[in-house]
């Protein structure tokens, strides 16, 4: 099983920046991916951002730019510094990681959840 620890949501003024963090730790044999997503109310869940254990990263165009992605991989954890943050950014964020584990699973797993907000 895989356990992810996020933390670094909060509220923001419009133009501000937060940094968001996410640990990945348990019976991990390999990690693939991790990245992150958001869901703001009433819209479906997106992806913001992802990195392979390769260094490849892929970003979803709203936030090209303003966002980084940022991985570990001795330390198993990712990372997201967000700049020049809108109110359109708003939204719960979720790390996801996809893993194998040392009995050989593998799948996709989720953080709880961090709150963005982003207001005046």
């Known amino acids: 099983q895989v356990q992810l620890v996020e933390s670094g949501g909060g509220l923001v003024q419009p133009g501000g920046s937060l940094r968001l963090s996410c640990a990945a730790s348990?019976?991990?044999?390999?990690?693939?991916?991790m990245g992150w997503y958001r869901q703001a109310p009433g819209k479906q869940r997106e992806l913001v951002a992802a990195?392979?254990?390769?260094?490849?990263?892929n970003y979803a165009d709203s936030v090209k730019g303003r966002f980084t992605i940022s991985r570990d991989n001795a330390k198993n954890t990712v990372s997201l510094q967000m700049n020049s943050l809108k109110p359109e950014d708003t939204a719960v964020y979720y790390c996801n990681v996809e893993a194998r584990t040392i009995v050989g699973v593998r799948g996709y797993y989720w953080g709880q959840g961090t709150q963005v907000t982003v207001s005046s």
């Open positions: 348990g019976t991990i044999f390999s990690i693939y991916v």
């Open positions: 990195g392979t254990s390769g260094g490849s990263t």
